[in-house]
T-cell receptor, first 114, second 114 residues
Framework: ETGVTQTPRHLVMGMTNKKSLKCEQH?????MYWYKQSAKKPLELMFVYSLEERVENNSVPSRFSPECPNSSHLFLHLHTLQPEDSALYLC?????????????FGNGTRLTVT | QQQVKQSPQSLIVQKGGISIINCAYE??????FPWYQQFPGKGPALLIA?????SEKKEGRFTISFNKSAKQFSLHIMDSQPGDSATYFCAASMLTGGGNKLTFGTGTQLKVEL
């Protein structure tokens, strides 16, 4: 049982839909992250939250909108996505935001945009 | 300058053999180098990490070798087992001032055959 739970595991959505990805961590960590994983590409950091405040936004298009209501929950709201947004979206958490705080990843949401 | 280049893209090793994955970086400010292991359907998990003040770090069958002058580091898996079949990602970050913003390599898909 992973300490970071992501739902749903799979999501298929049309380009005009609005959907949300959910992440919950049970590790008592203070930082949470969204990563995008595409085949044959490095993991791309999208957003970082530390103590519920957004501290990093890596020039992500506005069609991706994160929300962190508390230190245990993280959402990624999706609207008017493009087919190239199809990927595995990974949530992670860490005890702090120092580089030597290991990232604990969830198992991801496989998103397909049709 | 932020890239981490990883090779090979895929690797097939016989059971009991040595698996070697190489990474190279450009940014001399990087001073923390973790390796993550990802099994199919799972998120990545921290395997082992090294700081550049040492040239080698060993944990069980897994060893990181680090060459600061060449800006290269590698993962060696001794006595490779079928259970080691996974995708391995190298990464780099800065311990101070970098937050927890890891720069990942593109991954190496390892298959250990019987």
């Amino acid at each position: 049982e992973t300490g970071v739970t992501q739902t749903p595991r799979h999501l298929v959505m049309g380009m005009t839909n609005k959907k949300s990805l959910k992440c919950e961590q049970h590790l008592g960590h203070n930082a949470m992250y969204w990563y995008k994983q595409s085949a044959k590409k490095p993991l791309e950091l999208m957003f970082v939250y530390s103590l519920e405040e957004r501290v990093e936004n890596n020039s992500v298009p506005s069609r991706f909108s994160p929300e962190c209501p508390n230190s245990s929950h993280l959402f990624l709201h999706l609207h008017t996505l493009q087919p190239e947004d199809s990927a595995l979206y990974l949530c992670a958490s860490s005890r702090g935001t120092g580089a030597n705080s290991p990232l604990h990843f969830g198992n991801g949401t496989r998103l397909t945009v049709t | 300058q932020q890239q981490v280049k990883q090779s090979p893209q895929s690797l097939i090793v016989q059971k009991g053999g040595i698996s070697i994955i190489n990474c190279a970086y450009e940014n001399t400010a990087f001073d923390y180098f973790p390796w993550y292991q990802q099994f199919p359907g799972k998120g990545p998990a921290l395997l082992i990490a090294i700081r550049p003040d040492v040239s080698e770090k060993k944990e069980g069958r897994f060893t990181i070798s680090f060459n600061k002058s060449a800006k290269q580091f590698s993962l060696h898996i001794m006595d490779s087992q079928p259970g080691d079949s996974a995708t391995y990602f190298c990464a780099a970050s800065m311990l101070t001032g970098g937050g927890n913003k890891l720069t990942f390599g593109t991954g190496t898909q390892l298959k250990v055959e019987l």
